[in-house]
């Protein structure tokens, strides 16, 4: 049986092999994502509380009215708001337009993890790029008013760019391109700043010395500064709207670390469970941000194992094969979700150890699933959190499925 499944496989690889058959396997993958997208967008588009925020700023935005929801002015990123304005503006205040656009963003990044794990072999290319086009959380995302679905097609476009880049480092046109992607990304989720560090890191580590790595260092540096000049226009609004913390993203930080790391902290949600002290109630919205980051640091550092305790509780969270937020918890559920993805990560942690460890396609894969790993290791843990890296985790997979990793050619030379 093994025999046949490694003639099979080689001859899927043969055939992929042609340009011309792996661009059509894609589109086909791409078909059937999409309509798996579309429909659940139609028979089951759901909302969560975050909904009702990212809707609310739309509005305002579509209507001309001033960016703020439940009186605060920096309680969200504007990216999301701006995509969902759009569609008001065309369409009406009608949900069903996003959650379609959404589908087709989400389904477009299925090819993208085709194109990833094409650098390993084609048909590991195509197996990565239709795991990921049935894959439950990305299929179900795309269905809300979230910022999942559009964040993970631009973070994974930027990916894409920046192993392009290592192949073409004195390419400045595509290090311009990944930087203004890059800052889109930190427009609709702030949260992937920081990733940007350890990825041109890992470019710098991996690019030969001499030129190469000159480049490289070179190339980090600008596409640092474009990203902090593309970022300006929303810090020196914050700025001015709060005349401190110049480089803000949202006044939700602190409160989402206090609610992370605090003695009650379950590693879930608990922002309702919160009473809120007179002190803190008399500040205004950016100072309220900060009083709740210094009470999250006092905890941090005056209750170091209880911090460590619960980064091990919310990695458990944002990779548990199942569900745990309320309203989401029927057994079938997840029974089929555990019976997915219990195979599916037991593959990916084989593949992992399978590829080698030096070369640019592995970094550009795991340092974004180390980055958000860490970063709900401190904030909270939830399986909505692993969803932007989900289409990196099944190339992994898909080198655990493969007879064995065959390395034609260097990945870095692959256009």
């Known amino acids: 049986m093994l025999t046949r ?138 269905a809300s008013l979230l910022t999942e679905p559009l964040f993970t097609f631009v973070f994974m476009v930027s990916l894409y760019l920046f192993l392009k880049i290592m192949r073409h480092r004195n390419q400045w046109g595509l ?72 480089f803000r993203f949202t006044t939700m930080q602190g409160i989402s670390l206090y609610e992370s790391v605090y003695s009650g902290a379950t590693g879930g949600p608990r922002q309702s469970d919160l009473i809120i002290p007179p002190s803190i109630q008399r500040l205004n919205e950016s100072q309220r941000d900060l009083a709740w980051t210094h009470r999250a640091f006092t905890d941090i550092f005056n209750h170091p194992s209880r911090v460590v305790r619960l980064a091990f509780v919310k990695i458990a969270r944002t990779w548990s094969p199942w569900l745990h937020a309320r309203g989401y918890t029927g057994v079938w559920l997840n029974i089929v979700l555990t019976l997915w993805y219990t195979p599916l990560f037991i593959l990916a942690i084989i593949g992992l150890f399978r590829y080698p460890i030096g070369t640019p396609l592995f970094g550009v894969l795991m340092v974004p699933i180390v980055y958000f790993t860490l970063m709900h290791a401190v904030f909270l843990g939830s399986v909505r959190y692993r969803v932007p890296v989900m289409p990196l985790v099944v190339v992994f997979t898909a080198m655990g499925m493969a007879p064995a990793i065959r390395r034609k050619q260097d990945p870095a030379r692959i256009a």
Request: net charge positive; charged share 10%.
């Open 175 to 246: 290090w311009i391109s990944f930087a203004v992607l890059w800052a889109i990304g930190v427009y609709i989720r702030a949260e992937v700043s920081l990733c940007l560090f350890p990825l041109l890191l890992w470019g710098v580590l991996v690019a030969s010395r001499g030129v190469d790595r000159k480049i490289s260092v070179i190339g980090s540096i600008l596409t640092i500064l474009l990203v902090g000049v593309c970022l300006l226009p929303w810090w020196i609004r914050n700025d001015r709207l709060f005349h401190q913390d110049f």
């Open 5 to 142: 499944y490694v003639r099979i496989w080689n001859r899927l690889d043969s055939w992929a092999e042609n340009a011309v058959h792996f661009r059509r396997a894609v589109l086909w993958i791409f078909l059937v994502a999409l309509i798996l997208r579309v429909v659940t967008a139609i028979v089951h588009p759901y909302y969560l509380p975050d909904s009702a925020d990212y809707s609310a700023l739309a509005k305002a935005i579509a209507t001309g009215h001033r960016y703020e929801v439940h009186g605060q002015f920096a309680r969200r990123m504007p990216g999301y708001p701006v995509f969902m304005a759009g569609f008001y503006a065309l369409f009406g205040f009608h949900h069903l337009p996003i959650l379609l656009a959404q589908a087709v963003f989400s389904a477009l990044t299925t090819s993208f993890s085709a194109l990833f794990g094409r650098y390993v072999s084609p048909a590991t290319g195509l197996l990565a790029g239709a795991l990921a086009a049935v894959d439950p959380l990305g299929i179900g995302f795309s």
